[in-house]
T-cell receptor, first 114, second 114 residues
């Protein structure tokens, strides 16, 4: 089955630790995206990548880092610099170019930092 | 700048009632695309519909219908004879020219009560 997988579903970390969220897709999509969702805030874009080895900051990139070494994979690292990392994180992908194409979403990872 | 406004934060209806979710968008581009997504309690966003700026015809898919009006910059979504399974958060999104990611509204949480 084609789709996007995110693991794990739930993740718990202590404050001050970096944590990496996994996102893999087998849809052969060129573009991949990371969003953060907080209650009442909708989806806010963290980073996106339109091609391997290239990525752009979204609206709330501070405290996050990404890599795109393979077309299928776009991991997100939440660093200790992120002031309020507890949130629901969604990964998405789409064909390229981006105009007019829908994004497909993974099931999400709920990160809790205490 | 692009912006999507979903003024209704939460809506609650009784099963079999009709319900309309509002979406108002802002863009200076003449070519753009509008989307609706559904986010059930499981968390994964499900694509529902895409509309381009040159096609103002309303669309119906089963119990779902969409009303696109450029004159009021609105792309409203109506569910007819709502069911409990329609309970979810619904997001409206906008894509404009260039390889830019979707811009999402903050979502409307719909609760359908049996």
């Amino acid at each position: 089955d084609g789709g996007i997988t995110q693991s794990p579903k739930y993740l718990f970390r202590k404050e001050g630790q970096n944590v990496t969220l996994s996102c893999e897709q087998n849809l052969n999509h060129d573009a991949m995206y990371w969003y953060r969702q907080d209650p009442g805030q909708g989806l806010r874009l963290i980073y996106y990548s339109q091609i391997v080895n290239d990525f752009q900051k979204g609206d709330i990139a501070e405290g996050y880092s990404v890599s795109r070494e393979k077309k299928e994979s776009f991991p997100l690292t939440v660093t200790s610099a992120q002031k309020n990392p507890t949130a629901f994180y969604l990964c998405a992908s789409s064909t390229l170019p981006g105009t007019g194409v829908e994004q497909y979403f993974g099931p999400g990872t709920r990160l809790t930092v205490t | 700048a692009q912006k999507v406004t979903q003024a209704q934060t939460e809506i609650s209806v009784v099963e079999k009632e009709d319900v309309t979710l509002d979406c108002v968008y802002e863009t200076r581009d003449t070519t753009y695309y509008l989307f609706w997504y559904k986010q059930p309690p499981s968390g994964e966003l499900v694509f529902l519909i895409r509309r381009n700026s040159f096609d103002e015809q309303n669309e119906i898919s089963g119990r779902y219908s969409w009303n696109f009006q450029k004159s009021t910059s609105s792309f409203n979504f109506t569910i007819t004879a709502s069911q409990v399974v329609d309970s979810a958060v619904y997001f409206c999104a906008l894509s404009t020219s260039g390889n830019t990611p979707l811009v999402f509204g903050k979502g409307t949480r719909l609760s359908v009560i049996a």
